[in-house]
């Protein structure tokens, strides 16, 4: 965090805009809000293959009211019921992801009071334990232990992306309030300049050695700077909300900013940003994503489609009794053994056409993330090639900056000793303020270039080493 000086101004650089923004900003809490959830839907998923352990019953079960009750001869009688049938079952699960069955076991105790007749009644089950799998059917929990982990991957890879994203655009903001201040300080300069030359200019007129047209031409520059002026802090008060509503600083003290140096010299080839960028972009991710989603529907359609079956065992004993320790002693064995199944005899086509319609949409989505693929790729290595442009283009627009203000130093001498049009001067004038707007351009371009690229490949290239955030 930068200090508050005493002149009630805030020095920021780039990089602590950068920081700030990461620290404070709308868009940093969105970040983490979203890997937050992203976090919790995978616990989510990871729970489905642990253990599961569940009490229920009927605490207390009490009723009293008429029901019907069917006669032998036909008729019905309303016969009054007042009774209380209270239960407590314990259930346990464990799924198999490999099969897609499931382990499960449970233990439970009935307690039925009639009031009517005095009497009480226990029933339970000490405990028994089941198998049920299906057979032939479609197995989602082996496919979402494929899908899920991806899906994870897909969105810290996201956040991470989110955190450059973020640097992106306060690049923008802070070039844009930068070339605000710098035309500010241009204008200002100019007036200052232009008001001292008219000073030397009227005094020529008086002696007739300039004419009055230069003393008009003159007073239109004077003008022009105090516009110039007028829109350049506007600018700059637009740009300063900006820029301190995103990076998230509060106050309405006076930013104060640093004009950035160039990139460090590194080399950044196109071959080790594309390899970073299929390890850790979640785009990357999202093409195996997308190609194992497409496998699965495949699967499920297959999977509905022809015999489908689920066989189910269960073994246990149950017993029942006038009170609770009764029913634990020698109860007697239950088993089940089930097979359920169903066979489309007739059905026009249609389990043909599922799997047919999810093999096509299976074939569509590998040409899809072939054409992605080639966008990406062809995304990094435009970027890398601007970038490495833009490193050239910044020394140039240096350098003509600095001519540009020799030679508009030169002009200004030159005109005062009366060797130089007001028409030459007004052209230096020019030209030496695009320059210096030129040089704040190439400085953006080649900061908004790289940050591009460590967003296209989450790679620090100064450390050497893959951007984390925890």
């Given at each position: 965090m930068p200090a508050l000086a005493q002149?009630?101004?805030?020095?920021?650089?780039?990089?602590?805009a950068v920081e700030l923004a990461k620290q404070n900003s709308i868009a940093e809490k969105?970040?983490?809000?979203?890997?937050?959830?992203?976090?919790?839907?995978?616990?989510?998923?990871?729970?489905?293959?642990?253990?599961?352990?569940?009490?229920?019953?009927?605490?207390?079960?009490?009723?009293?009211?008429?029901?019907?009750v069917m006669q032998p001869n036909g008729t019905i009688l309303?016969?009054?019921?007042?009774?209380?049938?209270?239960?407590?079952e314990l259930n346990f699960s464990q799924s198999i992801s490999a099969t897609g069955g499931t382990i499960y076991g449970n233990s439970q105790l009935q307690r039925f009071s009639d009031f009517d007749r005095n009497n009480v009644l226990y029933n339970g089950q000490p405990y028994s334990i089941g198998f049920s799998q299906p057979l032939f059917q479609y197995n989602q929990l082996k496919w979402d232990k494929k899908i899920e982990p991806l899906k994870y991957k897909e969105s810290t890879q996201a956040f991470i992306e989110a955190q450059e994203k973020i640097a992106i655009n306060v690049t923008g903001y802070f070039f844009d309030l930068l070339l605000a201040q710098v035309n500010h300080k241009i204008a200002q300069t100019n007036l200052n300049n232009t008001q001292r030359i008219m000073g030397i200019a009227k005094l020529?007129?008086?002696?007739?050695?300039?004419?009055?047209?230069?003393?008009?031409?003159?007073?239109?520059?004077?003008?022009?700077?105090?516009?110039?002026?007028?829109t350049a802090l506007r600018d700059m008060e637009i740009a300063t909300l900006t820029l301190r509503s995103y990076v998230g600083m509060?106050?309405?003290?006076?930013?104060?900013?640093d004009v950035p140096a160039g990139v460090n010299e590194m080399t950044i080839s196109s071959d080790k940003v594309l390899s970073e960028a299929l390890e850790n972009r979640s785009q990357a991710t999202a093409f195996i994503r997308r190609v194992a989603e497409?496998?699965?529907d495949v699967a499920k359609a297959k999977g509905q489609s022809g015999l489908v079956a689920a066989l189910q065992a269960n073994l246990g004993f149950s017993n029942t009794a006038t009170n609770i320790p009764d029913i634990y002693r020698s109860p007697q064995q239950q088993q089940l053994v089930q097979l359920q199944f169903s066979i489309p005899v007739l059905d026009w086509g249609r389990s043909k056409s599922r799997t047919k319609t999810?093999?096509?949409?299976?074939?569509?989505?590998?040409?899809?993330?072939?054409?992605?693929?080639?966008?990406?790729?062809?995304?990094?290595v435009t970027q890398v090639t601007l970038f490495n442009m833009m490193r050239g283009q910044l020394s140039l627009t240096g350098k003509a900056d600095e001519i540009a203000s020799e030679k508009y130093k030169i002009a200004k001498e030159r005109y005062i000793l009366g060797d130089l049009s007001i028409t030459d001067l007004s052209i230096a004038?020019?030209?030496n303020d695009q320059a210096k707007r030129d040089h704040i351009s190439s400085l953006r371009d080649l900061w908004g270039a790289y940050y591009q690229l460590r967003y296209l490949s989450l790679y620090d290239f100064e450390k050497k080493e893959k951007i984390n955030y925890k």
């Open positions: 002149t009630d101004s805030i020095k920021l650089s780039l990089l602590q969105q970040a983490v809000t979203t890997r937050e959830t992203k976090y919790w839907e995978w616990r989510t998923f990871k729970s489905n293959y642990q253990p599961q352990l569940a009490l229920s019953g009927i605490l207390p079960g009490y009723s009293k009211t008429y029901s019907q309303f016969q009054p019921i007042h009774n209380d049938n209270s239960s407590l020529k007129f008086e002696l007739g050695k300039v004419s009055k047209n230069e003393i008009l031409q003159l007073e239109l520059e004077e003008l022009n700077s105090r516009k110039a002026l007028g509060e106050g309405a003290d006076r930013i104060v900013l497409a496998k699965r999810a093999e096509a949409n299976e074939q569509f989505v590998n040409y899809a993330v072939e054409q992605d693929k080639q966008i990406f790729q062809q995304e990094i004038f020019t030209q």
